[in-house]
DNA sequence: GATTATTGTGTTACGCGTAACATGGATCTG
DNA sequence: CAGATCCATGTTACGCGTAACACAATAATC
């Protein structure tokens, strides 16, 4: 009888209190671990008690503290996602992919938007392992020394997927965006264009901008071209870049007869630009593109492009993490999810 | 002397073992209060204990466990957000304002996607809850029971911003889109159109969507004209969409003068539909949209459309939160960021 | 029917931090 | 110089759960 009284709890946030597994307990006339069982492993106690439990939950409105769980089991349910621009729709698919698996296994996405710098990626990376995430998918596929390490000691598994890099830090499920530049290159080529300029994003501190330099680069050395300085720019992202980027190549180099937009929405704007104009696509010039986005296939001439299984990517590299961390799978896993050549109008 | 040899930890996975703030603090020799008191409120400490906590958090490389800080001290760094579709990039600018505020006030985002249904954002609530976030950024504004018993049991604070809703929850960070649709009606009553059609997402479990059609009907009365539910559509979301539905109206109701999209990237859709077919727009019919894409300056004609403030509804609602959280607001906020019409080409 | 497994539940000891209070010395105060 | 005040640090007691083990009651085994 002589229990010893509740010890009071610590401090209470003013107003409002959350009920906690003891307080289930209580009201049931059971044990905290018999709720936890209840709830978290109902096989483990009789059908009664699971009932009970159940209908003390749902009376009191208890919602289990995941925070107290995780830290006690040492198993968190949170991923990390690390993107280098948010507000790029190129990611809405990945990140769908990877919501749509982490929230089917009961995990939780975080998400962190670096920008362009690796910096920033290893601050997000930082806020991330504080957290203690259960795994992380990073889009960049380099980082910092510091970030690298820090995840090296961390012992969680790591997805990166922007790029079907030789050099990963755990897993990769991509595509290669070297050999996908390589073969538009190629795939122009064999359609009769003899002058095919490249434009990409900025290239410093994104590799994949650079991995698809090296596949054009690498298609005009198979073709035996020389590569043209005046043929090859770096554009911020945006419509209007793409615009300006076509105005400015097709004046300043007259005789070039297709363009190659590796990234971003370039592309579309270039196409709307020429629409605008009234340039033929591809009587004055040919225009394909990087990026499966649904506009390509709407705008005028449909541009031909590489589809990317993006979605795919997103799914993959979250069924992946969690293999890994439901120790299912310990292998690390180099997973090439391919391209395709989107053959349409505009090249 | 005889300090009780430490506990054994409960039981670590495998191989990496993560160091401790204990470990911290035997290595510098000073009591693990210390060390937390060194990183978290540096002011509390000398300046060489600061400096000696410092370098041995840098060599063992001791990252800070969030999840016992949060549940020790009962305060998490965490925000929900939770979106009717990751996909949709009009979101994109809104989360990245959230993003912003979040991560530059120490604040985490976790991104859930609920799809259009309300009971799927009562399981994403139910997590976010779980994860004890310290608040919650919400698009929709209608909810089930269920979710709003539960956030008021869970006593923190929410604000809402897809919608200027006249019944928050708690705070709304948002713009009336009962108001913004019955001025684009109004104004493209002005230019002198006669039939405006009106065409939305799904309105079902809908709400912007639903007070869309209500500022168009308003206007409508307002103009004194009756509506016409031929003009009235619903589609899913999609380019396709849009470009159907211009279509279809202009083959259903001849007479038809305006179409007025009043959601997702329809407009678009129907822009470029409309370039396909060689309909003169606004001639043979005058497009409006609702949503301040930014393609929608790009194709041609440039659309008539609503600039909305995305960003800002993001960065708005975050500081909000946090203003609410650090107690330094106690007040419900209602923000009505305005909009604004956008005239161009297309109608 | 005694022995061994199985099942259901409870007990104890943490997980890794922070809040609140205690302590000892330096500084101020009149 | 006694007493009040401050400052830097330590001690204790939790926060809310789970792991691991203990234990009693039942079921399976021969």
Redesign the interface.
């Known amino acids: 009888m002589a229990k010893p009284s509740e010890p009071k709890r610590?401090?209470?946030?003013g107003?409002?209190t959350?009920s906690r597994m003891r307080d289930v307990a209580r009201k049931a006339g059971v044990s905290v671990m018999t709720v936890s069982r209840a709830l978290n492993d109902p096989d483990k106690v009789s059908k009664e008690m699971r009932l009970k439990v159940r209908a003390v939950v749902d009376e009191i409105?208890y919602?289990?503290?995941?925070?107290?769980r995780?830290?006690s089991s040492?198993r968190?349910n949170?991923l990390g996602l690390i993107v280098p621009s948010?507000?790029?729709?190129l990611f809405?698919?990945t990140?769908?992919g990877i919501?749509?698996v982490a929230?089917g296994n009961g995990y939780?996405?975080?998400?962190?938007?670096s920008g362009p710098g690796l910096h920033e990626e290893e601050e997000?990376i930082?806020?991330?392992?504080?957290?203690?995430v259960a795994g992380l998918v990073l889009h960049n596929t380099s980082h910092t020394a510091n970030a690298i390490?820090?995840i090296g000691?961390?012992?969680i598994p790591v997805v990166e997927n922007g790029n079907l890099t030789s050099t990963p830090l755990d897993s990769v499920v991509s595509y290669s965006n070297y050999e996908a530049a390589r073969a538009m290159t190629l795939h122009l080529a064999r359609m009769g264009y003899k002058q095919i300029a490249f434009v990409s994003l900025v290239r410093r501190e994104n590799d994949r901008a650079r991995e698809r330099l090296r596949g054009y680069l690498a298609a005009l050395k198979e073709l035996g071209r020389k590569p043209d300085d005046a043929l090859i720019l770096e554009r911020p992202p945006?419509?209007?870049a793409g615009?300006e980027a076509v105005m400015h190549l097709v004046e300043s180099v007259p005789q070039v007869d297709a363009i190659f937009f590796a990234g971003d929405?370039l592309a579309?704007?270039a196409a709307?630009?020429c629409?605008?104009r009234g340039w033929k696509v591809p009587g004055r010039v040919a225009l394909a593109s990087f990026d499966d986005l649904?506009?390509l296939?709407?705008?005028?001439p449909p541009l031909t492009t590489i589809r990317l299984p993006r979605y795919e990517i997103g799914r993959r590299s979250a069924e992946c993490l969690l293999d890994r961390i439901a120790g299912r799978a310990t292998e690390r896993v180099s997973l090439d999810l391919k391209f395709e050549i989107i053959q349409r109008e505009s090249a």
């Not at 610590?10 to 946030?13: F, M, P």
């Not at 930082?126 to 203690?132: D, G, I, K, N, P």
């Open positions: 610590k401090k209470r946030n107003g409002t959350t409105g919602v289990p503290n995941r925070l107290a995780s830290l040492n968190s949170l948010i507000r790029n729709s809405a698919e990140i769908k919501s749509d929230s939780r996405l975080m998400i962190a938007d997000a930082t806020a991330f392992l504080q957290q203690r390490e820090m000691k961390a012992g945006g419509f209007s615009a929405v579309v704007g709307l630009e629409q605008r649904d506009i296939r709407h705008v005028n």
